[in-house]
T-cell receptor, first 113, second 114 residues
Framework: GESVGLHLPTLSVQEGDNSIINCAYS??????FIWYKQESGKGPQFIID?????DKRQGQRVTVLLNKTVKHLSLQIAATQPGDSAVYFC????????????FGKGTKLSVKP | GAGVSQSPSNKVTEKGKDVELRCDPI?????LYWYRQSLGQGLEFLIY????????KSGLPSDRFSAERTGGSVSTLTIQRTQQEDSAVYLC????????????FGSGTQLSVL
């Protein structure tokens, strides 16, 4: 979901449960998507990426799903741990000539021990 | 270097002063980006350098903002006549090149304009 002002969407999960973080992207021409994790006081850290010719990609404990029909991206984290608590951003490359990524506003994940 | 390095990590300045923020990208990375992150917000693109090409300045919010990249490596973001609304975290990122969109970020510079 999208945030308004200072209030980020927040997802609260129990340690050990699976987490699903959703993202709606804007440009149907985007051909590359990426998820970042940002812990407090740090820069964003790469988690996983996916190209538009795929609809699923798996990493270690993480899976990204891409639904181009509805322009939706999700990040699934298996067996969520306290160290997963952070803000998660999705980004798309916008499909244009610009080299920059276009970032969503982020979702805050809180893991309860 | 091992990662993207930014300095200073924190900068407090008075309204109207100029500030310079520095970014040292990962060695061998030809693309360098500056983003701005306001409290609780996503990342706002500012400027992008790719090799020796003219930079993409389309994200700079006003002519008070400028950036240079000397020798294809270190970059400096300059904000002139700072305003309170410039307060934010300024993040630098680098990547292997324009075709590589996986960006590696530094820890940012927290700028506070009083």
């Amino acid at each position: 979901g999208e945030s308004v002002g200072l209030h980020l969407p927040t997802l609260s999960v129990q340690e050990g449960d699976n987490s699903i973080i959703n993202c709606a992207y804007s440009n149907s021409a985007s051909d590359y998507f990426i998820w970042y994790k940002q812990e407090s006081g740090k820069g964003p850290q790469f988690i996983i990426d996916i190209r538009s010719n795929m609809d699923k990609r798996q990493g270690q404990r993480v899976t990204v799903l891409l639904n181009k029909t509805v322009k939706h991206l999700s990040l699934q984290i298996a067996a969520t741990q306290p160290g997963d608590s952070a803000v998660y951003f999705c980004a798309e490359n916008g499909g244009g000539s610009q080299g920059n990524l276009i970032f969503g506003k982020g979702t805050k994940l809180s893991v309860k021990p | 270097g091992a990662g993207v390095s930014q300095s200073p990590s924190n900068k407090v300045t008075e309204k109207g002063k100029d500030v310079e923020l520095r970014c040292d990208p990962i060695s061998g990375h030809t693309a360098l980006y500056w983003y701005r992150q306001s409290l609780g917000q996503g990342l706002e693109f500012l400027i992008y350098f790719q090799g020796n090409s003219a930079p993409d300045k389309s994200g700079l919010p006003s002519d008070r903002f400028s950036a240079e990249r000397t020798g294809g490596s270190v970059s400096t973001l300059t904000i002139q006549r700072t305003q309170q609304e410039d307060s934010a975290v300024y993040l630098c990122a680098s990547s292997l090149g324009s075709g590589e969109k996986k960006l590696f970020f530094g820890s940012g510079t927290q700028l506070s304009v009083l």
